[in-house]
């Protein structure tokens, strides 16, 4: 063996151990580095604004109260004939699919508002989610006075118009709000909604 070659094996026996660290560390770096681009690929879209409904077991729901967790949020009235519980049966299936990564309540919540409070009262909207199999321990549906549900869905983009019999012409989004209340998408409802990126995009901003 050369001179030049023993050299290089005695110090590779010498620092393997070095190396391998060293290796380690930057499978990690990058490993964490993947996830930091993955995450600023959902834009911000926009800050928004701080929040206080009435929830349906009596208590107060307050946005930044909950920030620490990825919000999905969606606007409704129970009433409606279609799009409305065509998406919340859409996020019942999410719900389960977020339990079982183990995900759901303490990473992941789901918040929906209904902007008809006028019939939908606390126990009108805790029947239509029982409907829906939801689990309250991270699922909330609230409601409030008319003119602060009006302040929410101005604040995310939503238009609502009701009709003489009492139904609602409305936008149809539902929205993703990373763990500081920021909107990092907004989906289409019921039949648009792609679930798979849905699922995804919540899992990558939750971890």
Known sequence: MSEGKREQATFLQRHWFTLVAAVLI???A?????????????PVLKQVNDFSL?????????????????RLVEFMFTHCPDICPA???????????????RSFGNKVEFVTITFDPERDTADVLKKY?????VDFSGWQFLRGEQADIDKVTKDFGMATLKQPDGSY??????????????????YGMAS????????????????
């Open 192 to 207: 648009d909604m792609d679930m798979d990126q849905i699922l995804n995009e919540m899992i990558q901003l939750a971890d």
């Open 26 to 28: 930057l499978l990690i």
């Open 169 to 186: 012409v409305h936008t149809a989004r539902i929205f993703l709000l990373d763990q500081d209340g920021k909107m990092r998408r907004a």
């Open 129 to 133: 989610a029982e409907q829906f199999n």
């Open 54 to 70: 009435d929830n349906i077991d009596g208590t107060k729901y307050t946005l930044s109260e909950h920030n620490g967790k990825v």
């Open 87 to 101: 998406t919340t049966f859409n996020m019942s299936k999410l719900q389960e699919q977020l339990k079982e990564k």
């Open 30 to 42: 990058a490993v964490f580095g993947y996830q930091y681009w993955q995450k600023n690929q959902l």
